[in-house]
């Protein structure tokens, strides 16, 4: 049974930083690629960055490109995102996911499994 459970996340000012975690069991971990998404109230579920299975490769929205830092420790079986300088608009719930693909993929619906999120709320 596969599970990803997300932690980390929290209320925080804006300019301030989190770092979340994805602890990832009954999976091959290191043969995944492993991306973060985040999806505001009314909002499409966006990815906010990816890596590739080694972590030689990343990918990131935008909006969060030199804020935030993906990576992976595969002999922990384990996902983060370090978040700084947060603002207000990157209040969201923050999902971590496993793709089956061979390269980073971007699109909610091209992973195959999910964790079940963890709020991050950035007051002004």
């Known amino acids: 049974q596969v599970q990803l459970v997300e932690s980390g996340g929290g209320l925080v000012q804006a300019g301030g930083s989190l770092r979340l975690s994805c602890a990832a069991s009954g999976l091959t971990f290191s043969t995944k690629v492993m991306g973060w998404f985040r999806q505001a109230p009314g909002k499409e579920r966006e990815c906010v960055a990816a890596i590739s299975r080694n972590g030689g490769s990343t990918y990131y929205t935008d909006s969060v490109k030199g804020r935030f830092t993906i990576s992976r420790d595969n002999a922990k079986n384990t996902l983060y995102l370090q978040m700084n300088s947060l603002k207000p608009e990157d209040t969201a719930v923050y999902f971590c996911?496993?793709?089956?693909?061979?390269?980073?993929?971007?699109?909610?619906?091209?992973?195959?499994?999910w964790g079940q999120g963890t709020q991050v709320t950035v007051s002004s």
């Open positions: 996911a496993a793709d089956r693909a061979l390269g980073i993929r971007t699109t909610a619906r091209e992973y195959d499994y």
